[in-house]
């Protein structure tokens, strides 16, 4: 989720969605010399460039003074990191109504969950493990369960998320909870991101593409399809429902 700031100091939000290029936006806001925040491995900037867009002083740490050691944001490990906060807690600890853009990449679900199997090479978190998202995160589980079976790492992770819906760093969270109405919303397309970029955001260059799963044939029945359809309905209905948010077409 990260808060990014322009040269010219003015705020967005750009509410990351994971398997939607968001590594890939992110390299290029940093290139492009915009401010980025609350992003666990790539960050340019202070907190304090960011007040008052973050708000946990005016309401979290009442009394305490700017400087206090106690007032520090969550761990970028509870509940997940910072760049996959879902709008309900970046709410809590940002003022959105600074932020000139509030925008997210959107994807298909199926396409999403195809990506994430590649991505993870079929790893899925058991059932008993569901603790904590970062057990079970990529590189992190030296003892990680894989599978080749699509059907079956789909089911699994379905589980496993209702278990936990934290489990691999917010992942499989429904894209519809990340955003809200009056955002600016991109499908899934490269030109259509750059579009966005240079005639919202003024970017001189086109984004670079990092972090691209392997291709790697995904067999996705139409029991599987209809599945994640059911799985992620209000996605489809955030996709049908245009009217309150501002479609970059």
């Known amino acids: 989720m990260p ?8 705020f ?18 940093i290139y492009n010399g915009w401010f980025v925040h609350l992003n666990a491995m790539k960050q340019a900037g202070e907190r304090k460039d ?7 002083h005016l309401r979290d740490y009442n009394g305490l003074s700017e400087s206090s050691h106690f007032k ?9 990191s910072h760049q ?11 003022d959105l109504s600074h932020c000139r853009w509030k925008f ?29 998202w970062d057990d079970y995160d990529l590189g992190r589980n ?12 789909l089911r699994m992770s379905h589980e496993t998320s209702i278990l936990n819906p934290y489990i691999w760093d917010n992942h499989f969270r429904p894209q519809c909870e990340f955003v809200e109405p009056g955002f600016d919303i991109i499908p899934f397309n490269l030109d ?14 086109k984004i670079p593409w990092v972090n691209k799963s392997e291709f790697d044939e995904v067999n996705a029945t139409q029991e599987d399809r209809q599945f994640i359809e059911e799985w992620y309905n209000k996605d489809y209905e955030l996709f049908e429902n245009k009217k309150d948010y501002n479609w970059i077409e």
């Open 12 to 29: 967005g939000y750009y509410s990351h969605i994971p398997k939607c290029a968001g590594s890939s936006l992110v390299d290029a806001l």
């Open 72 to 80: 520090e944001l969550p761990s970028t490990f509870h509940p997940c």
């Open 3 to 10: 808060l990014i700031k322009n040269k010219d100091g003015e």
């Open 142 to 153: 030296k003892n990680k369960v894989q599978t080749t079976n699509f059907s079956y790492w």
């Open 192 to 205: 259509k991101i750059n579009f966005y970029l240079q005639d919202r955001l003024g970017f001189k260059s």
């Open 50 to 56: 960011f007040t008052p867009a973050i708000k946990m």
């Open 104 to 132: 997210a990449i959107v994807r298909d679900p199926v396409e999403k969950l195809i990506s994430e199997f590649r991505f993870r090479k079929g790893a899925y978190c058991p059932l008993n493990s569901t603790k904590t």
């Open 84 to 94: 996959h906060w879902h709008l309900k807690i970046v709410k809590h600890y940002c």
